[in-house]
Nanobody, 121 residues
Framework: VQLQASGGGSVQAGGSLRLSCAAS??????MGWFRQAPGKEREFVAA????????YYGDSVKGRFTISRDSAKNTVYLQMNSLKPEDTAVYYC?????????????????WGQGTQVTVSS
C-alpha cells in the first residue's frame, strides 16, 4: 500500500487545516491518523473503518477534529479546527489491512511519510 499525505502547514491558534491521505495498492479495512511531536511518542489522533463508517478519536482532539473518507478516491481526510499550539506535530496516516480501526499503532500495517502541522500562539 502506498500512502500520500498532504495538507500540512502553519496556522495560528484557533485556525483550521485539512489533511488528506490517498491510499493505493490494495484494499484495506481502516485508516488512521497519528501524530508525533519532537521528543514525544507517536500519539493516536483519529481512525475510521472503511466499510461500515465508524470513527474514533483521541481524547485531546475530540470535538475539534473530524475524520472522514471518500471511498471512491480511497482517501481519508482529517479536518482540524480550533487548532492549539500543542497540536503541533508531524501527522502520519496509516492503513490497517484486516482489522477494525483502533488507537494502537500495532494495528496498522502501512504508514505514510508524514506531514508537518505547526500551530503558533
Amino acid at each position: 500500500v502506498q500512502l500520500q499525505a498532504s495538507g500540512g502547514g502553519s496556522v495560528q491558534a484557533g485556525g483550521s487545516l485539512r489533511l488528506s491521505c490517498a491510499a493505493s495498492g490494495r484494499t484495506f479495512s481502516s485508516m488512521g491518523w497519528f501524530r508525533q511531536a519532537p521528543g514525544k511518542e507517536r500519539e493516536f489522533v483519529a481512525a475510521i473503518n472503511w466499510d461500515v463508517v465508524l470513527t474514533y478519536y483521541g481524547d485531546s482532539v475530540k470535538g475539534r477534529f473530524t475524520i472522514s473518507r471518500d471511498s471512491a478516491k480511497n482517501t481519508v481526510y482529517l479536518q482540524m479546527n480550533s487548532l492549539k499550539p500543542e497540536d503541533t506535530a508531524v501527522y502520519y496516516c496509516a492503513v490497517n489491512v484486516a482489522e477494525v480501526a483502533g488507537s494502537s499503532r500495532l494495528l496498522y500495517d502501512y504508514w505514510g511519510q508524514g506531514t508537518q502541522v505547526t500551530v503558533s500562539s
